[in-house]
Nanobody, 116 residues
């Protein structure tokens, strides 16, 4: 199993920045960040695979950056130029491939609030 601990959320003004962290208990095949805004479905934000490939949702391209510290098994989400639409609970996801099986694990979530 994988234990995930998130941190870094908080209150910011429009245009501000935050960096979210997700510490994993072991290396994983893929890390992803997701968010859920009030009244909306969960949305994929960014991902980082074991091969170093990064992907971003169109809504955050150019503003958010996902990175990974392999030695510490930690993934980060640097969020710049924040907008009120970014307000949501952010969740870290870790995917493990074990033989032919896939397993997903989730962090506890961290609140990001951007005031207008």
């Amino acid at each position: 199993q994988v234990q995930l601990v998130e941190s870094g959320g908080g209150l910011v003004q429009v245009g501000g920045s935050l960096r979210l962290s997700c510490a994993a208990s072991r290396s994983v095949y893929r890390h992803g960040w997701y968010r859920r805004a009030p009244g909306k479905q969960r949305e994929w934000v960014a991902s980082f695979t074991s091969g170093g490939i990064t992907n971003y949702a169109d809504s955050v391209k150019g503003r958010f950056t996902i990175s990974r510290d392999n030695a510490q098994n930690t993934v980060y989400l640097q969020m710049n130029s924040l907008k009120p639409e970014d307000t949501a609970v952010y969740y870290c996801n870790a995917r493990i491939l074990e033989r032919t099986l896939m397993y997903d694990y989730w962090g506890q979530g961290t609140q990001v609030t951007v005031s207008s």
